[in-house]
């Protein structure tokens, strides 16, 4: 099975279908169970008491956080639930909003996402680089940021099918 948990950003990637798709796709023919647990602003340490009332008690396979926060909570998080779980996990870094303004170094690649990279390597999480991924696709098409956007902060179903596609790859 799988678990998507984390703030509202994970509630707009969907239910599970492009994964599904995907392994799918890979040969993989056995149930495949989505589930998500979301809030709105939900930052990592919120995030940690979910891990575990909510994913431990589960033992899904594969856990897909898509959240923001601090790297010291995300430790803790990542500390607590690796003594309890042995599910692979991926985080992405969460993409860019409006607030952002322009794609430059600055906004895609800050010192937060690097502190959250070296804590992901420390417990064997796997980071997407949905920052970077979701600048160069821009470039690519020539747009601004809110062109993957349904609001000043959220992205839309194109912005979340570009999320999905980089969290498959």
């Given at each position: 099975?799988?678990?998507?948990i984390?703030?509202?950003?994970?509630?707009?990637?969907g239910?599970?279908?492009?994964?599904t798709?995907?392994?799918?796709?890979?040969?993989?023919?056995?149930?495949?169970?989505?589930?998500?647990?979301?809030?709105?602003?939900?930052?990592?340490?919120?995030?940690?008491?979910?891990?575990?009332?909510?994913?431990?008690?589960e033992?899904?396979?594969?856990?897909i956080?898509?959240s923001?926060?601090?790297?010291?909570?995300?430790?803790?998080?990542?500390?607590?639930?690796?003594?309890?779980?042995?599910?692979?996990?991926?985080?992405?870094?969460?993409?860019?909003?409006?607030r952002?303004?322009?794609?430059?170094?600055?906004?895609?690649?800050?010192?937060?996402?690097?502190?959250?990279?070296?804590?992901?390597?420390?417990?064997?999480?796997e980071?997407?680089?949905?920052?970077?991924?979701?600048?160069?696709?821009?470039?690519e098409?020539?747009?601004?940021?809110?062109?993957?956007?349904k609001?000043?902060?959220?992205?839309?179903?194109?912005?979340a099918?570009?999320?999905?596609?980089?969290?498959?790859?």
């Open positions: 099975s799988i678990m998507g984390g703030s509202s950003y994970t509630n707009m990637l239910n599970g279908e492009r994964l798709q995907h392994l799918r796709a890979l040969g993989v023919t056995r149930t495949i169970l989505y589930r998500k647990h979301v809030g709105s602003s939900v930052e990592f340490d919120f995030t940690k008491g979910w891990m575990q009332q909510m994913v431990v008690g033992q899904p396979d594969l856990v956080l898509y923001g926060g601090t790297a010291e909570d995300l430790d803790e998080l990542l500390t607590e639930f690796r003594s309890r779980s042995t599910a692979d996990i991926i985080l992405a870094s969460l993409h860019l909003r409006e952002d303004e322009v794609i430059s170094p600055e906004t895609i690649d800050n010192e937060q996402w690097d502190t959250i990279r070296e804590v992901c390597a420390k417990h064997g999480v980071f997407v680089e949905s920052r970077r991924e979701w600048a160069a696709y821009l470039k098409q020539g747009q601004d940021i809110p062109w993957l956007l609001d000043a902060v959220h992205q839309s179903d194109h912005g099918l570009v999320i999905n596609e980089n969290i498959i790859r």
